[in-house]
């Protein structure tokens, strides 16, 4: 069996990805894929990693965990998604790195299920959003505060994406941009899920559905039924020709109001993490999905 852990992150695709899977459940399942609801796994995971910290769970531990998550016998490949695997949204930033224990609790991931395969699965996201974002989500009053002390210039995805493959050099590990996840869904989709090729998830333009105008989506829809893409590249374009005419600007645009976040500072961190992506998309081991 293959085990699957989305891993986020934090201020991406707020569970969109998890709720598109669990409406083809019942398909998946007839491939061998699992993907079980967050309330059966979220809490007994978290709980399960707490408890081994490292130690490859015993068999007894693995069976309650498989019992609690499969209605069926003779699954394939299972599906986990969370975004706090590797930590909560308050201390992602910790020691002044993007989830400093990526390393650490992806290898405690592997050992729940010490027997089988495993691969992790990453959407990375500019930090000059993914910061403000995330402090909105730490819950924590005071931008300053949250930042304890981070300088935003030295964060680096490359440093976790390293952080992860050094401590799991047998997993496959695939990331991409979440500002690309327009284009590219059905592909993220297709990674996580494993599914087979030609299969259409119900649902797959759901994501689409919260950023372009009601009208557009229609209109997007009865173009790709009457003129069937034949790669995913013509399909990337019809998606993009229609977002530049149908899409929502509040669904796009961020505001970003921190204190001293100008806008040079976020050309700055956007000039920094395009280069940081071109470097993650030279690592070995590394599967990158791109437009």
């Not at 490292?54 to 998550?69: E, F, R, S, T, W």
């Not at 592909?187 to 559905?209: C, N, P, R, W």
Request: aromatic share 8%.
């Amino acid at each position: 069996m293959q085990v699957v852990y989305h891993l986020g992150a934090h201020c991406t695709d707020e569970d969109r990805l998890l709720k598109c899977l669990l409406k083809n459940k019942g398909d998946l399942a007839e491939q061998g894929i699992v993907v079980a609801g967050p309330g059966r796994y979220r809490t007994l995971l978290r709980e399960a990693l707490l408890q081994l910290r490292g130690k490859p769970a015993p068999q007894d531990m693995q069976d309650m965990i498989l019992d609690a998550v499969l209605d069926t016998d003779g699954a394939d490949r299972l599906v986990f998604s969370n975004a706090s695997f590797i930590s909560g949204p308050a201390n992602v930033l910790d020691q002044h790195m993007i989830y400093s224990k990526a390393g650490e609790k992806t290898d405690w991931l592997t050992k729940v299920f010490p027997d089988h395969g495993c691969e992790f699965h990453l959407a990375l996201c500019n930090p000059a959003l993914f910061i403000p974002q995330l402090f909105v989500l730490s819950k924590e009053k005071d931008f300053n505060g949250f930042l304890a002390g981070v300088n935003p210039m030295t964060l680096r995805w490359s440093d976790t994406v390293h952080r992860i493959r050094a401590a799991n050099p047998n997993s496959k590990l695939t990331v991409w941009c979440n500002e690309d996840t327009p284009l590219i869904w059905p592909e993220v989709l297709a990674a996580i899920s494993g599914h087979a090729a030609g299969m259409q998830l119900k649902g797959t333009y759901d994501f689409l559905a919260s950023l372009m105008t009601a009208r557009g989506i229609t209109r997007m829809g009865r173009y790709l039924a009457s003129h069937p893409p034949q790669t995913d590249a013509q399909r990337r374009r019809v998606i993009a020709a229609f977002m530049d005419k149908f899409a929502i600007p509040e669904a796009l645009e961020e505001e970003l109001d921190q204190p001293g976040w100008t806008a040079e500072v976020i050309d700055q961190l956007t000039a920094l993490y395009d280069e940081d992506t071109r470097r993650i998309e030279q690592m070995e081991g590394v599967t990158f999905i791109t437009p």
